[in-house]
């Protein structure tokens, strides 16, 4: 008797704990299952990432599949996002012999830049998101390690 006294306090703090943590219990949003692809002037995109960016809830991210396919998800891989008016950004970089490639522009990659928006009121796998170089080349740089 002494010995389940004595540590119900520690169950008691754990359960309660528990609780609290995020993504748990009743704590999470509603979620709408979305996919789609992107490209950049008329091609795919190959690779990156996208992150979709609700005002008040835990963003959506998926990575860019060859063809420019992704699936957004919030908690897991691919369990959706939060239904509504969301801002996009998109992230495309490869660093390979030295040399960093940029599949996209850099201005994708910030919400305040981007211009790119999406609104998922159910569930879609035709979100599109057209992306341009706007008549630049894409960016390839030398990669410069410091020591």
């Given at each position: ?60 991210t998926a990575t860019i599949k ?26 495309s970089v490869d660093e390979a ?51």
């Open positions: 008797m002494n010995l389940r006294l004595r540590h119900a306090p520690v169950f008691g703090a754990l359960l309660c704990g528990l609780a609290l943590l995020p993504g748990c219990g009743e704590g999470r949003p509603a979620l709408v299952k979305a996919s789609g692809s992107i490209i950049i002037d008329g091609k795919a995109l190959e690779k990156g990432y996208i992150q979709v960016l609700p005002a008040n809830a835990r963003p959506a060859p063809g420019g396919q992704f699936v957004l998800g919030t908690f897991t891989e691919d369990d959706g996002v939060v239904p509504g008016k969301h801002k996009v950004t998109v992230v012999n030295g040399m960093r490639t940029f599949g996209c522009p850099a201005s994708y990659g910030d919400p305040l830049t981007s211009g790119l928006e999406i609104t998922v009121d159910e569930p879609t796998d035709t979100l599109l998101l057209q992306l341009s170089w706007k008549g630049q080349k894409p960016v390839v740089e030398k990669v410069i390690k410091e020591f």
